[in-house]
């Protein structure tokens, strides 16, 4: 855990655009308000330890399927659907439905 002071919320885009040069990433994009969204929509529904997790699900996921920012926009819509809809009315793990089925 760090000790650090955090940044204020206008030292954002100064950070973003640091990790992104890091990462080798074009800052224009990451649609950081897209992102941000997921991200309180899954602290909020689901559980705060879940929103960090599902950025990174989602920018993964979009990376798999072309990387574009539509695909990112695509892979968050998904997220924010199944997180404001949580807690599914039927477990995940019920038998004969396997993960990503429709209800």
Do not use: C, K, Y
């Amino acid at each position: 855990m760090s000790t650090s002071t955090p940044l204020p919320p206008e030292a954002l885009d100064d950070w973003l655009v640091a990790l992104a040069a890091t990462l080798e990433l074009d800052p224009a994009d990451i649609p950081v308000g897209t992102l941000l969204d997921v991200a309180r929509d899954v602290a909020h529904n689901v559980a705060r330890p879940a929103a960090p997790l599902s950025t990174f699900l989602v920018g993964l996921a979009a990376a798999r399927n072309g990387g574009t920012v539509a695909d990112i926009e695509a892979a968050s819509a998904r997220a924010t659907e199944l997180a404001l809809n949580w807690p599914p009315d039927e477990p995940a793990n019920q038998p004969g439905r396997q993960p990503g089925d429709a209800r």
